[in-house]
């Protein structure tokens, strides 16, 4: 199963999206595991949309605190009173699936060391879904609408708050915005990364050496011969390259003239 598109190739990476999640929710349900579907969703949105490989199978440890630190808890608004997703536990089924499916990226860590990467983090996880300051603009609108009791899930009544907003008669908590926008501002974009392949560490030789390499390449080869044989300048041919016969003498053939 193809596990990675380029951004521009939504629609392919939709129809993927949903087949995968279909299958992660019947293998959860054969091993009696817990997943939820949209939590399952955003994450693989994540990867998608907000890291510079977008590989979907490809799991380090900065990857899993990223999600559960900082996309989830600007992503997922959960509005008072709704039964609240178990995120790392749905982080945990799809890892356990994609290496079960085989589709876990060979390049990453094991699932054992995920699995704890995933228990580390999980622990910080409530406490920074509640943080207004990692929230996203619609969700902090929305919290904020819910929380002076328009709901949300009507779409005219949200209009009618988000008019009410632009005209300056909603009350919000001012600092926690201006919090919230400092921390996008100064903080590494989570989105509209360029993609790029992950690039391994490159261990060089000594000066000396790189200076020994350089000087045996074919091209500076090239370039010391092209030096040699100018020497200290040679004088012009026939006002300015052309041989004496009309002729060019690195070509060979007839110099042309306007």
Do not use: N
């Not at 817990?34 to 949309?49: I, M, N």
């Not at 995120?87 to 699995?115: M, N, W």
């Not at 990364?193 to 000594?206: D, G, I, K, T, Y």
Request: proline share 5%.
């Amino acid at each position: 199963m193809r596990m990675r598109f380029d951004p521009e190739a939504e629609e392919e990476f939709e129809a993927a999206c949903g087949m995968l999640i279909d299958r992660l929710v019947q293998w959860a349900g054969e091993q009696g595991l817990s997943v939820d579907g949209f939590t399952a969703e955003t994450v693989l949105d994540y990867r998608h949309r907000a890291t510079a490989d977008g590989r979907l199978g490809l799991w380090e440890s900065r990857h899993v605190e990223e999600l559960l630190l900082s996309w989830l808890p600007q992503q997922i608004t959960e509005l008072p009173g709704e039964e609240h997703g178990d995120a790392p536990g749905t982080v945990r089924t799809l890892l356990r699936y994609l290496h079960a499916a085989q589709l876990a990226d060979p390049r990453g860590p094991s699932l054992q060391e995920s699995l704890a990467v995933v228990d580390r983090v999980a622990e910080q996880h409530p406490a920074a879904m509640t943080d207004r300051t990692r929230w996203g603009l619609a969700k902090f609108w929305a919290m904020t609408a819910a929380e002076q009791g328009v709901d949300v899930l009507d779409g005219a009544s949200l209009q009618r708050f988000a008019e009410r907003a632009r005209l300056g008669e909603v009350a919000y908590d001012q600092q926690t915005l201006d919090a919230m926008m400092e921390r996008r501002l100064t903080g590494r974009a989570l989105s509209g990364s360029a993609r790029a392949e992950p690039q391994l560490p490159v261990a060089l030789p000594e000066d000396d050496e790189l200076r020994r390499r350089a000087g045996a390449s074919t091209t500076v080869t090239q370039l010391r011969g092209i030096a040699e044989w100018a020497g200290r300048g040679r004088p012009p041919r026939d006002g300015g390259g052309a041989a004496a016969d009309g002729r060019c003498p690195r070509v060979g053939g007839p110099a042309r003239h306007r």
